[in-house]
Each structure stands twice: as structure tokens, then as C-alpha cells.
């Protein structure tokens, strides 16, 4: 879902600046969040859920990791296609 309103209305070149910023901002975001999602992992180790005592807290943690990560990939994807575009 993109939306374009107002790039629309912004030169090619601009639009393309803007593009990579906000992919670039996404992509920073992403892998910040991976960065203190494996920080919180490391340091839940030894909690667990109230109702499941073997279940670790950790699981939770780094599933946020993970999928930042990939998310993250992702975003990295998109950037380079949009290098890869421009020349």
C-alpha cells in the first residue's frame, strides 16, 4: 500500500530522493529494533511466562528480532532497487 498524493506532484528526481529517504528511514528503524530486540532476548533468558513455566521470554524476544531482521532485508532490497533504477 503506497501513498501518492503528493509525490505525484514532485519532479521525477525529487520523488526518487524522497523514495530512498523514506526506505532509508525504514530500514534504519528496522535494524535499530533487531539491535535492542536481541539486547531484550539476551536478557529475558531467565524469565518465563506466568502460565507456561517452561516457555522462556526469550522466544518472544527474538521472534521480534528475526522478523525485523528479514523486514530489514527486505528494506535493504528495496533500496537497492532503487539505486539500481536511477542509473
Do not use: H
Not at 526518487?16 to 535494524?31: A, E, K, M, S
Request: hydrophobic share 55%; glycine share 8%; proline share 3%.
Amino acid at each position: 500500500m503506497a501513498v501518492d498524493t503528493l509525490l505525484v506532484f514532485l519532479p521525477p528526481k525529487v520523488r526518487l530522493g524522497v523514495r530512498f529517504f523514506v526506505w532509508g528511514l525504514i530500514t534504519l528503524f528496522l535494524f535499530i529494533l533487531a539491535w535492542y530486540s536481541f539486547q531484550m532476548a539476551y536478557l529475558s533468558r531467565m524469565r518465563t511466562f506466568q502460565g507456561i513455566p517452561e516457555f522462556s521470554y526469550t522466544w518472544v524476544a527474538l521472534s521480534v528480532a528475526v522478523g525485523s531482521l528479514l523486514m530489514g532485508f527486505t528494506a535493504l532490497g528495496k533500496l537497492w532497487g532503487l539505486l539500481r533504477r536511477r542509473e
